[in-house]
């Protein structure tokens, strides 16, 4: 099943369901609220955390370049890890046919703990790799791969608390009158939030095994 999707904001990695049939542990008053209410909260959480992590983590084909070391022979993914490699062929230079050596998911390593892709050696596609004339300075691999089949609990959760943090910083914005950047009423104090998004501690730890490190 795919993910719930809102129009503006696009994918959201925890359904409006879930996030209030467990908001009290993210820390909101579920009273008064709807899936339509706390929707976009959970869209804009979703792209807070594909900005913090570097990555997505929807359940689509990943379609990535990065340069040709033949001396490695090696490539590190953007978005590890590499569930299922679909496709891996080396670009020597622009347009089709012949300007490109495509070799088999089968003759490539995936090694998702140092987070690299290796061509084996000796493989079919080598000979035809082997001929390639001059092309491009810096012959391109192109790569079609799928990582997370689900979007991963701890990514989730990170969301919960992300747009629970949202919800209480609008439900701040709506109770102070228009102008005003803060109001302090005996034990009350509200502060209007603006500016960039700043994901809670908890999302923050729960994220910390999904940041991307390679760039490729």
């Known amino acids: 099943m795919p993910p719930p999707l809102d129009e503006i904001f696009g994918v959201i990695y925890l359904a409006p369901e879930a996030f209030l049939g467990r908001a009290k542990t993210f820390g909101v008053n ?4 709807g899936p339509d209410d706390v929707a976009p909260a959970l869209a804009i959480a979703s792209r807070a955390v594909d900005a913090h992590t570097g990555r997505t983590f929807v359940p689509d084909a ?3 370049t990065h340069r040709w070391d033949p001396r490695t022979r090696r490539v590190s993914v953007n978005q590890p ?8 062929r080396v670009r020597f230079a622009p347009g089709e046919p012949g300007s490109v050596v495509t070799f088999s998911p089968a003759e490539v ?4 703990q140092e987070n690299y892709l290796e061509l084996a050696p000796y493989a079919p596609a080598d000979v035809a790799l082997a001929q390639i004339g001059p092309g491009v300075r810096e012959p391109q691999v192109e790569i079609r791969y799928r990582s997370f089949q689900a979007v991963p609990g701890a990514v989730a959760a990170a969301v919960g608390f992300t ?3 949202l919800l209480q910083e609008a439900e701040s914005n709506e109770m102070l009158p228009a102008g005003l950047k803060r109001s302090k009423v005996g034990s ?3 502060s209007r939030a603006d500016g960039e998004i700043d994901l809670p501690l908890k999302a923050k730890l729960l994220l910390r095994p999904y940041q991307r490190i390679a760039i490729g």
């Open 30 to 33: 579920p009273a008064g609220l």
């Open 62 to 64: 990943i379609e990535e």
């Open 81 to 88: 890890p590499v569930l299922q490699l679909e496709s891996l």
């Open 109 to 112: 390593l995936v090694n998702n």
């Open 163 to 165: 747009a629970a943090l």
């Open 188 to 190: 009350e104090d509200l």
